[in-house]
């Protein structure tokens, strides 16, 4: 994976301007740590920074190819799975390549088949093509949004970058933030509405968009939405296609010129995945695959079972790599070192996030590139077949608000009263969902449970899976590590998207379709085990921090934060036993502790961004 950046200007010559975008290009060296690269021209400039893996020798970007009188220049953030089809095809049609990689690919698939290219890659990508002789710039994102693209577009001038933090170094963006900036942070956070930048005047493009900037303007397209079909297959032939398709998706993913490993909690999203990488690796002799697990010091002594995270991931880690014969890499964390990396975690995504859910993905990062450049992951299983507990809650689906943020109203209580006033957040939070609702693509006649359970897929996909991703792609690519989302290949999501929930919930269980799919890969006892999220720390030592944080916070008179919350009511949360609650306010994840955490690292956010509330 890699970072882009660029801008255009058409008042300017931008070849005069090298050195902001050596700036730009610079905030994202993290991202590609391999190599650097920018390209200039009169009205266009892109910057690149290089994660290499594959063809690292041949590879580098901005990548220029020539046709005719057009000179194409790209630069891209991404993988394509079906990069070798798409290259035999090319080829026949005439096409020549000089490297391996994957960007070839991508760029004179473009050349070949214009815009409608996208339609037929197969992967995580975010990129930008300039062509020259019709002075226009292309730009477009994954189906799922796996990998980021955020853009500025005022007064003639458009800006993209990989990160925010790219677009804030050009000397034409400042750090603001309004009312629905506000509103983003304060009630929607760590989610985000799509598109929504949080700053002013930063947008995101939405996955399955593209875009075209040209000095006739800016053109906006839809190239890819989930579309509402009957399902007609049986269970057993359901469960047979689900198998197949994560099988092919998988294997496609493993395809690396570097090292590649899998993240391992021993639950049934990442234990299928470690087996289907350990059989394609029997088949294809490519000798042990290596799996990493992250725990916290002292959570054997600690953690309690509770509704939203039944039971410990350490049992189930060892009974699947002693079942597959994986090369095993425990990770541990202790509380000061997840303390100190709140800061690095929200300078990685240059907004609050998930708190420690956040840093210690950091960390765990940091500890899997000292031995892999590739991980696949499990994200997004959850949200495609069903497996958080709202899906299965009453209370939840009948909500009428997004059901991973039920305490809103507590969260509304934390803000300065006049800034409650200004940014409206429940009824900003309520705008927000009923917007998410109406774009729930329905099949006529559908009864009102199936409508129900729909909207809830649909909430889960655009809305939640969003923030796991944007979670997992700044985390991962802070440390230099390139993470991929089996389940996030659109055809698997485009076909459970339409599986009715009777046969998704098979045997009564969550995600029960899938366990279907996996009888025979898996053990029985992993097959049934109960789905428990991503490990947090249980050691009162870290409340204990967290809390003594935001007291430091709120102890400090210069603290940016101040002016927005209500002080004393956070103070008063700190020194009640509330603070301690399993329940969460945001997710599985984020209770009494995270809180905290949050708002802390919303401080960080104000005061090392320098933003402005305007």
Request: net charge negative; hydrophobic share 40%.
């Amino acid at each position: 994976m890699c970072g882009i950046t660029g801008w255009i200007d058409w008042s300017r010559d931008l070849t005069q301007d090298g050195n902001s975008l050596e700036r730009m290009t610079e905030t994202l060296s993290l991202r590609g740590p391999d190599a650097s690269g920018t390209w200039l021209s009169p009205s266009c400039a892109l910057g690149h920074r290089r994660l290499s893996v594959i063809d690292p020798v041949n590879g580098a970007q901005p990548m220029i190819r020539h046709s005719g009188d057009s000179t194409y220049v790209i630069v891209y953030n991404g993988e394509l799975y079906n990069a070798l089809e798409l290259r035999k095809e090319l080829e026949h049609r005439g096409r020549t390549f000089s490297t391996t990689c994957d960007t070839e690919v991508l760029l004179v698939s473009f050349m070949e088949w214009g815009k409608s290219c996208i339609e037929r890659f197969n992967g995580i990508f975010a990129f930008a093509i300039w062509n020259t002789e019709e002075q226009e710039l292309f730009l477009a994102r994954d189906r799922l949004g796996v990998k980021p693209l955020f853009y500025s577009a005022e007064d003639g001038l458009f800006l993209f970058g990989s990160e925010p933090k790219a677009i804030l170094a050009h000397p034409a963006m400042k750090a603001e933030v309004g009312a629905e900036g506000l509103a983003e942070v304060f009630v929607m956070g760590p989610a985000r509405t799509p598109g929504q930048g949080v700053y002013k005047g930063l947008t995101e493009l939405l996955p399955g968009w593209c875009m075209t900037v040209s000095r006739g303007g800016i053109r906006r397209t839809q190239y890819w939405k989930l579309e509402s079909l009957p399902h007609a297959e049986t269970i057993d032939e359901t469960a047979d296609r689900v198998r197949e398709l994560l099988r092919d998706t998988t294997e496609r993913q493993l395809v690396s010129d570097v090292p590649v490993c899998t993240l391992l909690s021993g639950g049934l999203d990442s234990s299928a995945l470690t087996t289907l990488a350990v059989r394609y690796y029997e088949q294809t002799g490519q000798g042990s695959v290596h799996t990493y697990s992250v725990d916290y010091r002292d959570n054997d002594k600690h953690f309690q079972a509770h509704a939203f995270q039944p039971n410990s991931d350490a049992p189930w880690i060892e009974r699947m790599t002693t079942h597959l014969e994986t090369i095993h890499h425990p990770v541990q964390f202790d509380t000061p070192e997840l303390v100190a990396a709140l800061r690095d975690a929200t300078l990685a995504r240059d907004l609050p996030g998930m708190a420690d859910v956040d840093a210690s993905l950091l960390l765990f990062c940091r500890e899997i590139k000292k031995g892999a450049t590739v991980a696949i992951s499990g994200e997004a299983a959850d949200e495609i077949f069903g497996g958080y507990p709202w899906f299965h809650r009453e209370e939840a689906l009948n909500a009428d608000i997004f059901p991973w943020s039920l305490a809103s109203a507590m969260r509304a209580e934390l803000l300065n009263p006049e800034v409650a006033d200004w940014i409206k957040p429940l009824d900003y939070i309520g705008d927000r969902y009923a917007a998410a609702i109406a774009e729930v693509p329905h099949l006529d006649g559908e009864s009102p449970q199936v409508r129900k359970m729909r909207q809830m897929s649909y909430l889960n996909i655009t809305r939640f899976m969003p923030t796991l991703l944007d979670r997992k792609d700044r985390m991962s690519m802070a440390a230099g590590l390139e993470v991929r989302v089996p389940f996030c290949d659109h055809r698997l999501v485009q076909y459970v998207w339409n599986i009715p929930w009777e046969i998704k919930a098979a045997g009564d269980r969550e995600k029960g379709i899938l366990r279907k799919a996996l009888k025979g890969v898996l053990p029985d006892d992993v097959l049934t085990r109960k789905k428990s999220p991503y490990p947090k720390t249980h050691n009162p030592n870290y409340l204990a921090a967290v809390k003594g944080l935001v007291l430091d916070v709120l102890n400090d008179p210069s603290s940016p934060i101040l002016p927005l919350i209500n002080a004393t009511k956070v103070r008063e949360l700190a020194e009640s036993d509330s603070a301690k609650s399993n329940i969460p306010w945001f997710g599985q994840l984020m209770s009494g502790p995270q809180l905290f955490a949050y708002l802390y690292q919303v401080n960080v956010w104000l005061k090392e961004y320098g933003v402005s509330v305007k």
